[in-house]
Structure formats: structure tokens, C-alpha cells
């Protein structure tokens, strides 16, 4: 049994003809907290879907627990699924259901527990999220970021061994931040699970992260314990640790020289 | 001009592809639902919660059409009947129309317009907050678990809604034949009873209600999980749902009527 539980070898993937990963290496070892960052649009969500099996690679492979995701059959997709929760960016929560029956939703679809014993669970992860009290609320009655830790509380309602979290921090106040950056911790290291965490936010994830990979262009520019990155001098992690606008990451996406669209149709 | 010409003609190909590519796509999915139904049956609550917010919330909407219908029914029946000394055979005119066509049709167009619009709507909109892609991150398929469900609901109570239809009907035409007009009571009903036949009329009525509830809620969830996940493509989507139904319903209700009518 390899030491990974996910692995990434030579991963290419791409809509449409365009290639958003352009040979990708990555490895996740069972028990850590492992960080993917890089700027908007740089492939994170795709990264975790080509993980979860919902697309396929144009080249390379992704592994999980030993199995090569894509050459798996449906079933087998299914099957791996079981050991993976995810927290979807948008927290994509089931609007016709209450908050308490998103979070049993995995239990009854995969378990036949009995009623009282899914309360118990419901109410357990509910709590951890500090959302115990809002159990009978539906989706549209809480606020993003409320629904942002009822999709975690969802994601980790089956003790999966592999957890994603898009964007777990994005929208949350800084105290919950806080709170939620230590769950995911704390989750990680109870339930002997592997977290793969999509962010933004250097300071918090360098706190909690044991490995942290840079994504940009397609490719791994940076990687290392965030200690090795905090003292590195490449440009690109000096520039996305400090949140300087220049650098090899340009903010704008390409576009003609702004002056001449501007003055497009004048003379000057 | 050639170049127009030929514009307009790939256009018009490209158009002819797509529907025929999105009839292949909607005849894949109905073989998955068909497939995966044994699943749906198995949680059986989901149903019936779908046969509630599908064919119970339609009712009223149903039933008052209904109402109406058969009032016009008989009032236009009894115009033109009087003329030949045949009055009381309004009843059975009246209640053939609704068995054989009016019940089964109108309220399949109905529903494509009340149930139909909402299956389409919910569906895309699941789709386009990533619902159904969250539902299969949880290994649980949003075709046994959201499609297949919607699905049976709409084949279960279309045929209801119709019976319905048709008795609501026959009861307006009654109210408006004799105790309005004065037709013999005992005389509308009696030849009612006397000229509607079970094989021919009622059981042919229920096989076009349910070819309909196939029809129209395979459109209904086909145009919802097709839809682009934009609020544009919903939108459309919904659109979509209306025109095609109707068009599926008055299409099939012929291709049936020549089957059932023999000459
Ligand atoms: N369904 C799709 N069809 C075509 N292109 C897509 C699709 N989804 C995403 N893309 C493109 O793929 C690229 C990567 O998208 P992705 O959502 O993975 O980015 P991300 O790193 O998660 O960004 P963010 O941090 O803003 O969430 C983007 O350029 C986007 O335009
Ligand atoms: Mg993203």
C-alpha cells in the first residue's frame, strides 16, 4: 500500500481544446493537510473534479488509494467517491431540503442507521460547525458563510478519508475563519483523513498546512512546508506571500493597451 | 449570394443536427431512467412527495379548467343537437368528448404549463448551483435520486389528473344541461351510460394520458438537466419545455387517435 493516498502524475486536462494543467505532479500523503493555491482561474476547482472523477484527464493519471480514477467504471467511481467528501465552493447545499436533512443526506443515501442514531450524528457535526442551533433552517434563511459550514458539516458527515475543501475561507468573518481553519485541523487529525485544501489565504492555510503547492500556468511553480516558503526567494511565492500586485502573476487578464481602447474611435 | 445561400443552408443543417443530436441525448437519459427506476421504487416516500408538489398542486388549475370546458361543452353541443331533435344526447357528447380527447389533451397541456415549467425550472436551477454535481461527489445519481423520481411522479398522476378532468367536466356540462337549459336528467344520463363504451373510450383515454405523462415529464427533466447553468439558460430551458410538450401532445394525440379510431 502506497503511502499517498492521491497521487498526480504528468496530469493534463483542458476544455474545449484549451489546456488549463499542463503536466501536473502532485502527491498527497495519508494524514497531512495539503494546500493548493494560486490565482483566480489558475485550475484549483478543475484540479479537485479531475480528483473526485467528475472529468477525465486528456493525459496523465490521478490515483486514488491505488486505483487509477479514470479507469474505473462507474461503479468504481462511485465506490472511491464513498471515501471522499467535498466542500463545494459555492457550498452548493440542496435548497428543498432544511440544513438538517442536507447534513443526513449521505447517511441515509449510504447507511441504513436507525432515526435516532442520525440525529446524533447530524447534531454532532452541526455542532462542530457552530450550527447546531440552526438545524431547522433552510438554505435560503442562512447568510454565505452559514452555508459555507453546513456544506462542511455535509462533507464530513461520513468520516470520509479524503477531504477537499474549495475555498473553505472565502466569505467567512475573521473569527469563524479562524474557528473553521483549526476544524479542518482538528477534523484532519480525528478522523486519520487527508485534506486537500483550495485557498486563497496564505496566512491562515500556512498555519494549519503541513505541504502547499503553487499552481499557475498549468503548472507547480512552488512548493514546500510553508516554512520553506516563507523564506523563499522565488518571485512568484514572494509575490503571492506578500500580495504584491506585481510580479509574474499579472492581476489583469490580457488585454490591448488600456489608453488605446480608451481613445478607440477618437483622434488624438 | 451563393455565399448567402449557403450560409442559410449550413445554418439551417447545423440547426437539424442539434435536434436530432439532443433527441439522441433525451432518448439515452429515458433509458436511464427507466433503468434506475427500480431504485426510485425501492424509496418510495420520494415519490409520492413528488406526485404531491407535481400532481396535487396542478388540481386546481385542472379541475376549474375542467369546469369550464365541459360547460362550453354542453352548451355548444346542445345548440347544434337541438337543430336535429336530439337534445338529450348531449350527455354522451359531452362525455365522449372529454373521455376520448378534451381530458387526456388539455389537461397534458396543462401540466406542461404548471408542473412541467416547475420540474424544468427546479432541475436547471440544481444544476446550475451545483447540486446534482455535489450530489454526485456524494456517490448518490442525480437520475435515481432527483430525475427518476420526478419522473414516475408525472407518468402516476397524469392519468389521474385526466379522470379528474373528464369528471369535473361531465359535472359543469350536467349543471348546464339541466338545470339551465332543461334537458332531461334521467335521459343525460341514461344515454351516457348507454353509448360510452369502457374498452374503446375510457381505456384508450387512460393509455393517451399516459403516453402524455411520459412525454411531457421526460421533456420537462430532459430540457431542466440539459439546460446551460446560467440563469439565461434556465430560462430558455423553460420556454423550451412549454413548446415542446405541446407540440409532443397535439403530434402523439393524432398518431394514437389513428390507432384507436377504426374505420
Ligand atoms: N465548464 C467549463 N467549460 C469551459 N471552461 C471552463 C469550465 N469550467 C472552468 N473553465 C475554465 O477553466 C479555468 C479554470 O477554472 P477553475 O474553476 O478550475 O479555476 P479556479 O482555480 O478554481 O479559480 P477560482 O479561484 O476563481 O475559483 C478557467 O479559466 C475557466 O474559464
Ligand atoms: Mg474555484
Keep these: 500500500m502506497s503511502d499517498n493516498i492521491v497521487e498526480i502524475n504528468d496530469l493534463s486536462f483542458g476544455y474545449n481544446g484549451r489546456l488549463i494543467h499542463k503536466g501536473i505532479n502532485m502527491v498527497f500523503p495519508r494524514g497531512k493537510v495539503i494546500a493548493i493555491m494560486g490565482g483566480s482561474g ?48 459555492f457550498g452548493a447545499l440542496f435548497t428543498d431540503l432544511s440544513v438538517f436533512e442536507n447534513v443526513a443526506f449521505p447517511i441515509r443515501e449510504h447507511t441504513n442507521l436507525p432515526e435516532s442514531m442520525i440525529r446524533d450524528f447530524v447534531l454532532l457535526k452541526l455542532n462542530a460547525v457552530g450550527l447546531r442551533g440552526a438545524h431547522n433552517l433552510m438554505p435560503t434563511e442562512l447568510s454565505g458563510g452559514m452555508s459555507r459550514r453546513v456544506a462542511l458539516a455535509r462533507a464530513v458527515a461520513l468520516d470520509p478519508a479524503i477531504i477537499m475543501y474549495d475555498e473553505p475561507f472565502a466569505g467567512l468573518d475573521p473569527i469563524s475563519m479562524g474557528v473553521i481553519c483549526n476544524l479542518i485541523r482538528r477534523l484532519n487529525d480525528a478522523l486519520g483523513a487527508t485534506s486537500i485544501v483550495v485557498t486563497h489565504d496564505v496566512h491562515e492555510m500556512f498555519s494549519i498546512a503541513d505541504y502547499v503547492y503553487f499552481v499557475s500556468d498549468g503548472r507547480v511553480v512552488a512548493e514546500g512546508t510553508p516554512q520553506e516558503l516563507k523564506n523563499s526567494t522565488a518571485p512568484f511565492v514572494h509575490q503571492f506571500v506578500h500580495g504584491e500586485a506585481d510580479g509574474p502573476v499579472p492581476f489583469h487578464y490580457p488585454a490591448p493597451d488600456f489608453k488605446s481602447e480608451l481613445f478607440r474611435g477618437y483622434d488624438v | 449570394m451563393f455565399d448567402r445561400i449557403g450560409k442559410a443552408l449550413s445554418g439551417t443543417g447545423h440547426r437539424i443536427i442539434d435536434r ?53 361543452l354542453a352548451l355548444q353541443g346542445y345548440n347544434t343537437l337541438q337543430k336535429y331533435g336530439s337534445s338529450e344526447a348531449i350527455g354522451v357528447l359531452v362525455a365522449l368528448a372529454l373521455v376520448r380527447e378534451l381530458g387526456p389533451v388539455v389537461t397534458a397541456l396543462l401540466f406542461a404549463g404548471r408542473a412541467g415549467t416547475a420540474i424544468t425550472a427546479e432541475i436547471g436551477l440544481m444544476k446550475t448551483t451545483e447540486q446534482l454535481s455535489a450530489m454526485e461527489m456524494m456517490a448518490v445519481s442525480p437520475i435515481s435520486r432527483v430525475i427518476a423520481p420526478r419522473f414516475w411522479a408525472g407518468v402516476i398522476s397524469m392519468p389521474i389528473l385526466a379522470a379528474l378532468f ?32 369502457f374498452r374503446d373510450d375510457i381505456v384508450n383515454g387512460i ?21 446551460p447553468p446560467t440563469a439565461e439558460g434556465v430560462s ?21 387517435t389513428s390507432f384507436m379510431i377504426h374505420t
Design chain 2, 207 to 227: 393509455i393517451k394520458s399516459v403516453v402524455f405523462g411520459v412525454a411531457c415529464s421526460m421533456i420537462a427533466l430532459f430540457e431542466g438537466y440539459d439546460a
Design chain 2, 236 to 256: 430558455r430551458a423553460t420556454t423550451r419545455t412549454v413548446v415542446n410538450s405541446s407540440l409532443a401532445v397535439l403530434g402523439l394525440d393524432f398518431i394514437l
Design chain 2, 166 to 197: 373528464s369528471m369535473v367536466g361531465i359535472l359543469g356540462g350536467y349543471l348546464v344541461a339541466v338545470p339551465i337549459i332543461g334537458v332531461d336528467s334521467g335521459a343525460f344520463w341514461s344515454q351516457m351510460q348507454a353509448n360510452v363504451d
Design chain 2, 20 to 72: 436530432i443530436w439532443r433527441f439522441g441525448s433525451a432518448a439515452r437519459m429515458f433509458v436511464y431512467v427507466l433503468l434506475s427506476s427500480a431504485d426510485s421504487f425501492k424509496r418510495i416516500r420520494i415519490v409520492t412527495k413528488e406526485i404531491y408538489s407535481t400532481g396535487v398542486l396542478s388540481l386546481v388549475i385542472i379541475l376549474v379548467s375542467a369546469f369550464f370546458v365541459g360547460m362550453v
Design chain 1, 42 to 89: 489558475s485550475g484549483k476547482t478543475t484540479l479537485l473534479r479531475l480528483i473526485g472523477g467528475q472529468l477525465r484527464p486528456v493525459e496523465g493519471k490521478v490515483t486514488v488509494d491505488n486505483e487509477i480514477v479514470h479507469e474505473q467504471s462507474r461503479d468504481g467511481i462511485y465506490r472511491l467517491r464513498r471515501k471522499m467528501g467535498m466542500l463545494f465552493q
